[in-house]
């Protein structure tokens, strides 16, 4: 390897000629910025949005409405649901969080409601954040126990 065999990697030059490098490019002096201004300078960024001074689309938008952050999300997961893993032998007995985390229904940290769609044909043990009452007096009705964390 020499010297005079070195070349760019397949790919990563774009252009055939390196613009602003000095006056024997043809474009030395401004390095293609122009003259003068916010942008010919070293160091200019523009925020996300920004479109010259007209008020941002993000800001133009009418914003209405209340997000409460202290809201607590539940992850559903039905009765039907609960009976096919049953039916299928993937789980019995006992039923937790992790269990439901580890056949992609929730995730560890979730916090998961039990609701009551379909029937519950077995008697399980199940033990989560929240149920609906008719999920519970489902899940009692088949022989089985609602236990919460």
């Known amino acids: 390897m020499n010297l005079h065999t ?4 397949e790919g990563s030059t774009h252009n055939s000629k390196r613009i602003g490098r000095g006056q024997g490019s043809g474009k030395g002096g401004t390095s293609t910025k122009g003259h003068k201004g916010d942008k010919s300078r070293s160091g200019h960024k523009h925020k996300i949005g920004f479109e010259g001074g007209q ?3 993000q800001r133009r938008v009418p914003k209405f409405g209340f997000k409460n ?3 607590k999300e539940y992850v559903g997961v039905n009765l039907d649901t609960i009976q ?4 299928s ?12 985390a580890q ?3 929730a995730s560890k940290k979730d916090l998961v409601k039990i609701l009551g769609r379909g029937e519950l044909k077995s008697a399980v ?14 899940i009692e009705k088949a022989g089985g126990k609602a236990n919460t964390l």
């Open 6 to 9: 070195l070349k760019p990697a």
């Open 55 to 57: 008020m941002p689309l």
């Open 69 to 71: 952050i202290n809201r």
């Open 84 to 87: 096919e893993l049953i039916d």
């Open 89 to 100: 032998k993937k789980i019995s007995g006992e039923i937790t969080k992790e269990i439901l």
């Open 103 to 105: 056949h992609g229904l």
């Open 125 to 138: 043990t199940i033990t989560v954040d929240k149920y609906t009452k008719t999920a519970q007096e489902a």
